[in-house]
C-alpha cells in the first residue's frame, strides 16, 4: 500500500476483507481519513489480484504484537 499521490510503498498483511472494506496488520501507523491506494495480490491463482483506492477508517495497536490493525473501506476501484 501507499498513501495516495505519495511514491513511498509500504507492507502489510491483510487479515480481514470483504466486498466494502478490509483490515490490514501495518507497521506503521496510518491516521483515519488517510486515503491509501493498495494493491493485493493473492497466495493463490484461483483468487484475483485487488487493486483499489482505499479511507482509513480506524486505527489501533496490537494487543499482541508491534503493528497496527488498519480499517479502510474501499472507495474506488483501480485498473492496473
Partial sequence: FKPQDEPEKFHGRVKNLSGRGMM???ERGIPAETLLEVNIA?????????????RVVRMAKQRHGNGYEIGAVIQ???DD
Fill in 24 to 26: 490490514f496488520i501495518s
Fill in 42 to 54: 493473492p497466495e493463490n491463482d484461483l483468487t484475483p489480484p485487488l487493486h483499489a483506492l482505499v
Fill in 76 to 78: 474506488q476501484m483501480l
